[in-house]
């Protein structure tokens, strides 16, 4: 069965878009992480020259004092030292006393302070560095450097992903847009034109095959419905028409066995309507249909049911307003209700039905057990394939039927159980959907 030809395609370059930013993000997560580890790096090697020198000052006092029994003036004039800390500069003495474990000290002024312990006495071993510092003058500019640095190497990465990006994404673009208002009548042709023996080429390659292998089923469906809508057809028509017949011919004691025939007859005529229209394109457009009276054409209808109700003994209650109308065709509402009175009448368990109507609705309702809590769920709509009542002696695709039909002209079809009833009501699809009462009070 065929839908509406679908909407042009519209799609952004996301790919492309994500390769790119991709690539400048790993850009500069690699660029800001080397970054950091190159100023830790300069840091690292600074502080640890002056640490070297401190302890290499600190042998040559130790040592000195060992021999000579006094501490001896250091042999660089950034270094002194302090003994028991007398002396020692305000910033320093405040900041060591509060942090004597500290060995890097930042000073007032910019001055800057790395600090050795000489002995248990307390003498301390200084060494000011704030004009022998290298690294911290040049922070900026290594700063800069490397921002520069980062942004030039995301700008290549840009570069380079949108390059790639391109390559990449071409012939996939190319085969979106062959394939953007594919419908099943009108299949697109030679995807794999101007495609390499890729990815992206197999995969038009077997886009192709399968656009092949649709035409060829539509083709089959068309050539089915088309035949079928010949062969079945005239048949039934003779049928129906020796029937009527038949029974103006036959005695008294005929006369069932003969309505009995043309019933089924007409039930097989309706049956086969109803599939020849579940299998032809029909898409869902209600604004091109006048609205149609509902009474007279459900009269009809029930005329037409008249033989089956007779023989069944079923007694039809009609709720439907004089003035009502539906701007649904004829054909469709005769194919619908008579498909829904004919699954009442088989599942009834009085031999009353009851067809009623208002503004956005049309019901028919017969009391019967509790319909299966699968058909009454939310998703009844897609799980009633193939779901029975309790007395059914069919396969449960009759309502299945009926609800492709009905979507196929913009209808919903909900199945309500109330007060010991079953109701199977047609809406718009608009229509607020009805909410079931599995109580069994009258």
């Known amino acids: 069965m065929m839908g509406p030809r679908p909407a042009a395609s519209t799609y952004r370059p996301r790919l492309q878009r994500r390769l790119m930013l991709a690539f400048a993000g790993y850009t500069l997560l690699v660029g800001a992480l080397f970054g950091l580890l190159s100023m830790m790096f300069v840091y690292v090697v600074e502080d ?47 900041q060591r006393a509060a942090n004597p474990r500290r060995h890097e000290i930042a000073g007032d002024d910019g001055r800057h302070y790395h600090v050795r312990r000489l002995d248990a006495d307390g003498t301390e071993l200084v060494a000011e560095v704030s004009k022998q510092l290298v ?26 992903a949108w390059r790639l990006s391109r390559s990449a994404s071409a012939p996939l673009d190319l085969l979106a847009r062959r394939v953007a208002n594919s419908s099943p009548d009108a299949l697109p042709k030679g995807l794999t034109k101007g495609l390499a023996h890729d990815e992206v080429g197999e995969l038009a390659r077997h886009l192709e095959e399968l656009h092949e292998r649709t035409r060829a089923f539509i083709a089959r469906e068309q050539a089915f419905t088309a035949d079928a809508g010949h062969e079945l057809r005239t048949p039934l028509t003779v049928l129906g028409v020796a029937c009527e017949r038949l029974r103006a011919r036959a005695a008294d004691d005929v006369q069932p066995l003969a309505q009995s025939m043309q019933a089924a007859v007409w039930q ?48 039809v209650e009609l ?20 498909n829904l009175l004919a699954n009442s009448i088989a599942h009834a368990q009085t031999p009353h039905v009851r067809i009623e109507a208002d503004a956005t609705r049309l019901s028919v309702c017969n009391a019967s057990l509790p ?11 897609g799980r009633i394939r193939g779901v029975k009542g309790l007395t059914s002696t069919g396969e449960g695709l009759g309502l299945s039927i009926v609800r492709r039909l009905a979507e196929q002209h913009g209808l919903a079809l909900d199945l309500l159980y109330r007060a010991g009833h079953t109701c199977v009501t047609l809406r718009a699809a608009g229509a607020a959907r009805p909410t079931n009462d599995t109580s069994s009070e009258a």
């Open 48 to 94: 640890e020259f002056f640490a070297t020198t401190l302890r290499a000052e600190m042998l040559r006092q130790q040592a000195h004092r060992a021999e000579q029994g006094a501490w001896t003036q250091p042999a660089l004039p950034f270094v002194q030292v302090y003994p028991r800390g007398e002396g020692m500069p305000a910033d320093l003495a405040r």
């Open 135 to 160: 690294v911290r003058p040049l922070r900026n500019t290594l700063l800069l450097w490397l921002v520069a640095a980062g942004g030039g190497l995301t700008s290549l990465a840009l570069l380079l």
């Open 371 to 381: 319909p299966p809590e699968l058909l009454l769920g939310d998703d009844a709509a």
């Open 319 to 338: 709720h439907v307003p004089a003035g009502l109308t539906r701007p649904w065709p004829v054909g469709v509402t005769q194919l619908l209700v008579g």
């Open 268 to 315: 097989l005529q309706q049956t086969v309507e109803l599939l020849l229209a579940l299998a032809r394109e029909s898409p869902a457009n209600l604004q091109s249909v006048s609205e149609q009276p509902l009474l007279p054409v459900l009269e009809r209808m029930l005329l037409a049911h008249a033989p089956l109700l007779d023989q069944q003994g079923v007694q």
